[in-house]
């Protein structure tokens, strides 16, 4: 069974910054290239930046390059987004998915984020 387990969210001032974690079981994690999608309230799943199996390959929505950065430890089967720059559009709730799957809906609880002006 797939299991993603996303943490590391919270509530921050425009301007904040985060950093969130997935845990990743249940797949051959060090093959598999990672996404981190977000759902805002009312609104469809939005992509925001995806990162290949070796981590040596990333890739950004506009709206957040140059503010987010992903990254992955494949030893310890985890993919992290540090989030700065936050702006109140950022408010979502965040999830990590593999990019095969990352039109799909989320499989893991996800990491509310919240930013107040």
Wanted: aromatic share 8%; glycine share 12%; hydrophobic share 35%.
């Amino acid at each position: 069974e797939v299991l993603l387990a996303e943490s590391g969210g919270g509530s921050v001032q425009s301007g904040g910054s985060l950093r969130l974690s997935c845990a990743a079981l249940g797949f051959d994690f060090n093959v598999t290239p990672m996404s981190w999608v977000r759902q805002a309230p009312g609104k469809g799943v939005e992509w925001v930046a995806g990162i290949n199996s070796a981590g040596g390959s990333t890739a950004y929505a506009h709206t957040v390059k140059g503010r987010f950065t992903i990254s992955r430890d494949n030893a310890q089967s985890t993919v992290y987004l540090q989030m700065t720059d936050l702006r109140p559009e950022d408010t979502a709730m965040y999830y990590c998915a593999r990019t095969a799957e990352a039109s799909k809906s989320p499989r893991g609880q996800g990491t509310q984020v919240t930013v107040s002006p």
